[in-house]
């Protein structure tokens, strides 16, 4: 029985094929985590490459300022859904899920990684075995491939042009190994789940953010600026017995490879009223995205630079934590036309 009245089906999550006629087809699963006890983050990134090969990046953030991080590729392992040193695996459709790391790391500064690219170097030995658990209903709307039923949302590929979108709160739990150390992990986070063609060469400005709380609620919210495409801003709220749709989702913007301004805030439209959140970067890992998909690790001179971290966040003076991801344009500003580009510093809500 699930826990949960869920607003897609399983079949929606399940990894799908790729139809013929899609050049620019892509899926992708993310998953994100921060154990505010130990101070540690896990984040794990699945994607798939040209329809043919899955690129995985998995990273554990440590509170020092240090991050063990690898990126790895292989062909699609169905069965397992282990991909590269990384796995991500349903044991329960969309309620809980495998998650973990068995392999070598590069161990390097956060900092380093917005200087450029990861470079090779000595590794370090890292498992991670976890479980995530669903703490709200999956969120978001499902597999479509029908044009004529398709909003513009449905056909905006900055968002995933066939209509695939789900995120969902989650608990992760399990052990995280390196060096001498074994961690106990106890975390709040967060899954993001997309597939259809994609496209973000005009991508200017993007911000997925979300949150979870001691009182049982949490929030989810996503920004996608496009010069000569629809924007996107919607997410929701899941308060431990209902979910609410919100509107006009104003996350924070990034101006720096290494997550620059790390204090920064958040607003959203519900029943009832505007909402502002204050939010403070714990970590960053800068990685750099090409077209369709995929990302090397570290900020390349130029190109889409997103900067992933875990937040605390603070909501009507509640203290809570999740994740920020923001990504700037680096050395493209020139590109965007500036009749098309809304002002970075100016919200758009009243």
Request: hydrophobic letters at 35%; aromatic letters at 10%.
């Amino acid at each position: 029985m699930p826990r949960f009245e869920h607003r897609v089906s399983p079949e929606d999550d399940a990894l799908h094929e790729v139809p013929e006629g899609h050049p620019i087809w892509s899926e992708s699963v993310l998953i994100t985590g921060h154990d505010p006890d130990t101070g540690i983050s896990v984040y794990g990134h699945l994607v798939l490459l040209e329809a043919q090969v899955w690129e995985a990046i998995f990273s554990v953030y440590l509170p020092n300022g240090e991050i063990l991080t690898d990126r790895s590729y292989s062909r699609h392992d169905p069965v397992n859904r282990r991909t590269g040193q990384m796995v991500v695996k349903p044991i329960e459709p969309l309620e809980k899920w495998q998650f973990g790391f068995d392999g070598m790391a590069r161990r390097v500064l956060q900092s380093d990684l917005g200087r450029g690219p990861l470079t090779g170097g000595p590794v370090t030995r890292l498992q991670a075995d976890l479980v995530c658990e669903g703490t709200s209903p999956t969120w978001g709307r499902g597999m479509k491939t029908d044009t004529t039923t398709m909003n513009a949302d449905d056909q905006n590929p900055a968002v995933s042009g066939s209509g695939l979108h789900l995120e969902q709160s989650l608990r992760l739990t399990g052990t995280i190994r390196f060096d001498k150390h074994t961690i106990e992990y106890n975390a709040v986070g967060h899954r993001d789940h997309s597939c259809g063609p994609r496209a973000r060469s005009n991508q200017w400005r993007v911000a997925w953010a979300n949150g979870s709380f001691p009182s049982g609620r949490t929030f989810h919210g996503l920004n996608v600026y496009v010069v000569g495409r629809p924007t996107y801003a919607r997410g929701y709220v899941w308060d431990g017995t209902t979910m609410e749709n919100i509107r006009n989702f104003d996350g924070p913007a990034l101006v720096g490879p290494v997550g620059e301004p790390r204090d920064f805030g958040a607003r959203f439209e519900i029943a009832a009223g505007p909402q502002i959140l204050t939010g403070e970067l714990l970590g960053s890992m800068p990685t750099t995205g090409y077209m369709p998909q995929g990302a090397t690790i570290g900020a390349e001179p130029t190109g889409h630079v997103a900067v992933d971290g875990p937040a605390k966040w603070i909501w009507d003076g509640e203290v809570g934590y999740g994740w920020a991801q923001r990504t700037w344009i680096r050395g493209g500003w020139d590109e965007v036309r500036e009749s098309e580009r809304p002002a970075i510093y100016v919200s758009r809500c009243p």
